[in-house]
């Protein structure tokens, strides 16, 4: 469920938990996708069969890739209205905490721990963590920095 604020509402949502994303699917296409994007095609990535011996048993998404797919998922858990722009200002404290395999289901939890005045607008400081379904740990825990302008 969809977290949906009005624009003046914004500095009174420190410590918000914004639930979670629906499950998306991690898919080799997906990742092949990706490497291609990114000139990454390492074998663990792209070689399914190879992959299999590999130290995961599976091909694994980048982590970069599951990292990007925190912009999607965002868009699931939180909307302003009344923001002519939004924009992604960067992200502090990442890690990769497990691996997710191709086949994987992952979704997003966020809770803002900060809202910062900035010039003609707010940003936005969002603890997120990406998890697998079923996965004892995180995939990805990162803080989030987004900003909002009317």
Not at 22 to 33: A, G
Not at 90 to 118: H, N
Request: proline share 5%.
């Amino acid at each position: 469920m969809t977290t949906t604020v009005a624009y003046a509402d914004v500095p009174t949502l420190v410590g918000a938990d914004l639930g979670y994303s629906d499950w998306m699917d991690v898919t080799q296409d997906r990742v092949n996708t990706f490497a291609d994007a990114t000139d990454d095609h390492q074998w663990i990535h792209t070689d399914p069969e190879r992959a299999k011996d590999g130290p995961f048993g599976a091909p694994i998404a980048h982590g970069f890739l599951t990292l990007s797919l925190l912009i999607p998922l965002w868009t699931q858990l939180f909307e302003v209205e009344g923001v002519g722009t939004k924009v992604n200002y960067g992200l502090d404290k990442v890690r990769f905490v497990s691996p997710v395999k191709v086949g994987d289901r992952i979704r997003m939890t966020g809770t803002i721990a900060e809202v910062t005045e900035v010039a003609g607008g707010y940003q936005l400081t969002v603890d997120v963590t990406i998890e697998t379904e079923g996965g004892t740990k995180p995939a990805v825990v990162a803080r989030s920095l987004q900003r909002l302008y009317a």
